[in-house]
C-alpha cells in the first residue's frame, strides 16, 4: 500500500497552552467544582498551578471571561459567573442570518415554543407569578403611548409565562429569540402605522388577562385556545397586506 496521502491529512500538533487552561478551568466550572461567585486563584498562583507563562494565563483568562464564565474585576481578581443570555442572543442572531433563517420561520419556531410553555405553566405556576403576569398588565396599560416600552413589556409577559413552566431553557430560549421577534414587530408596527397598532394593543392586553387568568385558574383546554387566539393576533399584525403597507407608508 502506498504512502500518498490521499485524505489530505496534516501533521498533527500539540494544542495551545492556553486553549488547555481555558479546558480545565471550563470544566470546573461545568462540573461544578467551581460556582458562580467563587474566586479563581491569584494570577500568579495560576501560573505556578499550570506552569505556564503570565501572557498565556492572561490569553486563557479572556477568553473565558468573553465566554461569559468569569469576570476580570478592575482589582485584578477574577470571580466565575453565570453567562448571561445576550451571548447567546448574539450568536442567534448570526446563525439566523447566516443559515438565511426567515422571519416567518422565526414566528413559527417562537409559536410553537409558546404553546409548550403554556401547558407547562398552567400546571406549575405560583400565585408568585400569576401575581407579576397581573402587575406586569397593569404596566402596559400604562404605556400605551410608549410602542418600545409596550413591546418590551409584551416580551416580558411571555417570558413569565416561560419562568412559570418551570424550565429554564423555556425561559433561555425566548430570550434568545427576543431580538428578532422585536425587530419582527418593530418591523411591523412601521407598515402598519401606530394608529392602526394602537387598536391591537388594547387587543393584546385583554389576552394577557386573559391568559393570566386562565393559567391561575388552571384551565389548561381554555388557556391553550387562548394563546392560539393571542398567535393568530401575532401573524394578522406581522403579515399586514402589500397594500396596507404601501398605504401606512405614504
Known sequence: ???????????????????????????????????PGDALPPERELIRMFARSRPTVREALRVLEMKGLISITGGGGTVVCRPETSQLEENLQIMLAMHDITPDEVSEFRNSLEMATIQYAVKRRTKEHIDQMEQLIQRERASLEDIELFTSLDRDFHELIAKAAGNGIFVILLQALRPS???????????????????????????HSEIARLIG????????????????????????PEAQAASAEA
Open 217 to 240: 385558574e388552571q384551565s389548561e383546554e381554555e388557556a391553550l385556545r387562548c394563546m392560539r387566539e393571542h398567535i393568530r393576533q401575532f401573524e394578522r399584525i406581522t403579515r399586514v
Open 1 to 35: 500500500m502506498g504512502t500518498e496521502n490521499a485524505l489530505g491529512f496534516e501533521p498533527a500538533v500539540v494544542q495551545k497552552a492556553s486553549e488547555e487552561i481555558v479546558s480545565q478551568i471550563q470544566n470546573s466550572i461545568l462540573s461544578g467544582k467551581l460556582k
Open 181 to 207: 421577534i422585536e425587530k419582527i414587530i418593530a418591523q411591523s408596527i412601521r407598515r402598519m402605522g401606530p394608529e392602526k397598532y394602537k387598536k391591537e394593543q388594547e387587543i393584546l392586553i385583554r389576552c
